[in-house]
């Protein structure tokens, strides 16, 4: 067993969590409800962890984890039909409802 993940937002730990498991692999959370311990334990030792049970899926996990993680379109970009521009979370024009080519 080895730890592959931890963050202090419990829900991107779950996203995790669930991206990781969609895949076949087998994990579990440790520290899911240790938040409300804070103060007798370190807030760092509280963080919600993804751990998992066979280490030779390392590496595929490693990579799915990097690929959910990995921030995308960035840039605010300009809709072709209208001249509006969108920000980077859209796939169609606000204005125009045209598709992002």
Not at 7 to 29: C, D, L, R, S, T
Not at 40 to 54: R, T, V
Not at 62 to 67: E, H
Not at 77 to 99: G, M, R, V, Y
Request: charged fraction near 25%; include cysteine.
């Amino acid at each position: 067993m080895k730890k592959i993940y931890t963050h202090e937002n419990i829900f991107i730990v779950h996203n995790i969590k669930n991206i990781i498991e969609a895949q076949g692999i087998e994990i579990f959370m440790k520290n899911e409800f240790a938040p409300g311990v804070i103060g007798e334990i370190s807030a760092f030792d509280a963080w919600p962890e993804i751990w998992i049970l066979h280490d030779n899926d390392e590496e595929k996990t490693k990579a799915i984890i990097a690929s959910a993680t990995q921030v995308k379109n960035t840039i605010d970009w300009l809709c072709k039909h209208c001249n509006e521009t969108n920000d980077p979370s859209f796939d169609i024009c606000w204005q125009c409802q045209q598709a992002r080519d």
